[in-house]
């Protein structure tokens, strides 16, 4: 799929890893929020994206409550 592609509004990228796949997203004018298990990787994310980068070793509680929000 093509960024272009994507839907308009906000983009949620479980595993972002370096945020490769986010970075396009934003060129292409979406709203990303970046989720990854490994610190390594979130630091990587930030260093690249404007948008926000959640490490996601939270508690069940917070992966319900920022999954839960609406997606497209």
Do not use: I, N, Y
């Amino acid at each position: 799929m093509r960024c272009a592609d994507l839907p308009d509004g906000e983009l949620l990228d479980v595993g972002c890893g370096t945020g490769h796949l986010a970075e396009r997203a934003e060129r292409a004018g979406r709203t990303v929020t970046a989720l990854d298990a490994d610190e390594s990787m979130v630091e990587a994310a930030r260093r690249r994206l404007r948008g926000q980068v959640l490490r996601t070793t939270c508690s069940e509680e917070c992966w319900k409550a920022e999954l839960s929000r609406s997606w497209r």
